[in-house]
């Protein structure tokens, strides 16, 4: 009895905590500009790791308050001595707020998952550990299986935020 007593405290307590997070807030909008780069590979060819970059917009909206983000990927990359393009959706669950003492919250740090589709007869599946900072400045690194061509792709990247912060109604 007194376990279950404890888990039930320790459970609001835990609700009460994520009320008062900044991150993701209720109704909010993002739009982040980022810049990638990796490599392609199927780990079984003789042939050198293709390298692979270009620009993503993510546009996301708030689903569950401080706790998970949806949205999609518009993707440009440069692969293969082609220009190309991908799109999908992605989720980007938080999995911790960086917490800055007397300053309040710092940033984020959240897993993504994506599923894209690309102009190739890509077919990405897969996701990454970003940080996003000062809800400004985003970086990360990530991991998508092509089920279709066989091959996966690692990337890093680094964006920033070109959406405006909403601001807190002022009492």
Same mark, same amino acid.
């Given at each position: 009895? @007194?376990?279950?007593?404890?888990?039930?405290?320790?459970?609001?307590?835990? *609700?009460?905590?994520?009320?008062?997070? %900044?991150?993701? %807030?209720?109704?909010?909008?993002?739009? &982040?500009?980022? *810049? &990638? +780069?990796?490599?392609?590979? +199927?780990?079984? $060819? +003789?042939? !050198?790791?293709?390298?692979?970059?270009?620009?993503?917009?993510? !546009?996301?909206?708030?689903?569950?308050?401080?706790? *998970? @983000?949806?949205?999609?990927?518009?993707?440009?990359?440069?692969? =293969?001595?082609?220009?190309? #393009? #991908?799109?999908? %959706?992605?989720?980007?669950?938080?999995?911790?707020?960086?917490?800055?003492?007397?300053?309040? $919250?710092?940033?984020? *740090?959240?897993?993504?998952?994506?599923?894209?589709?690309?102009?190739? /007869?890509?077919?990405?599946?897969? =996701?990454?550990?970003?940080?996003?900072?000062? /809800?400004?400045?985003?970086?990360?690194?990530? #991991?998508? @299986?092509?089920? /279709?061509? +066989?091959?996966?792709?690692?990337?890093?990247?680094?964006?920033? @935020?070109?959406?405006?912060?909403?601001? %807190? !109604?002022?009492?």
């Amino acid at each position: 009895m @007194r376990v279950a007593f404890l888990l039930a405290c320790l459970l609001l307590f835990r *609700l009460f905590a994520q009320s008062q997070d %900044p991150e993701f %807030p209720k109704q909010e909008f993002t739009l &982040h500009a980022k *810049l &990638h +780069n990796g490599f392609i590979t +199927n780990f079984h $060819s +003789n042939a !050198p790791d293709q390298y692979v970059g270009g620009i993503q917009i993510v !546009p996301q909206f708030v689903i569950i308050e401080n706790r *998970l @983000r949806g949205g999609i990927i518009a993707d440009g990359f440069y692969s =293969g001595k082609k220009v190309q #393009a #991908a799109v999908g %959706p992605t989720l980007s669950y938080k999995l911790a707020t960086i917490q800055l003492k007397k300053f309040g $919250s710092g940033g984020n *740090l959240h897993l993504s998952l994506d599923h894209l589709w690309g102009t190739n /007869n890509q077919r990405l599946l897969g =996701g990454g550990l970003n940080i996003d900072l000062l /809800n400004f400045v985003t970086t990360g690194i990530s #991991a998508h @299986r092509d089920y /279709n061509l +066989n091959t996966w792709w690692f990337q890093t990247s680094f964006g920033i @935020r070109i959406s405006k912060v909403k601001q %807190p !109604p002022h009492p």
